[in-house]
């Protein structure tokens, strides 16, 4: 089993950026392919960004060119670079992780979640 921790949410103005980090812990980081996902208020979980065990990135279309998903499997550590941040970016952000080669759109594929980091972006 794998522990995932998210960190690096906070307040930022509108145009601004933040990085996030997903810390990995109790399995090798190698083995899983990652994906970042967000939770809008009063809306259901979407799809941002996901990484495979190569290497390989998709995007969900509407944040492409703006976001960045990478990973660091020396240090167990997946990142997501958020660029032009606007409003409605505003979300709680997870990382999950799932056993499998490529990583996926759908949460049902994925096996372990974070807590969440919340990322707000004022006006």
């Known amino acids: 089993q794998v522990q995932l921790v998210e960190s690096g949410g906070g307040l930022v103005q509108a145009g601004g950026s933040l990085r996030l980090s997903c810390a990995a812990s109790?399995?090798?980081?190698?083995?899983?392919?990652m994906g970042w996902f967000r939770q809008a208020p009063g809306t259901e979980r979407e799809f941002v960004a996901g990484i495979s065990r190569p290497g390989n990135t998709r995007y969900a279309d509407s944040l492409k060119g703006r976001f960045t998903i990478s990973r660091d499997n020396a240090k167990n550590m997946v990142y997501l670079q958020m660029n032009s941040l606007k409003p409605e970016d505003t979300a709680v952000y997870y990382c999950a992780g799932r056993l499998g080669y490529s990583s996926a759109e759908a949460e049902k594929d994925y096996d372990y979640w974070g807590q969440g980091t919340q990322v707000t972006v004022s006006s």
């Open positions: 109790g399995r090798i980081l190698s083995n899983y392919a």
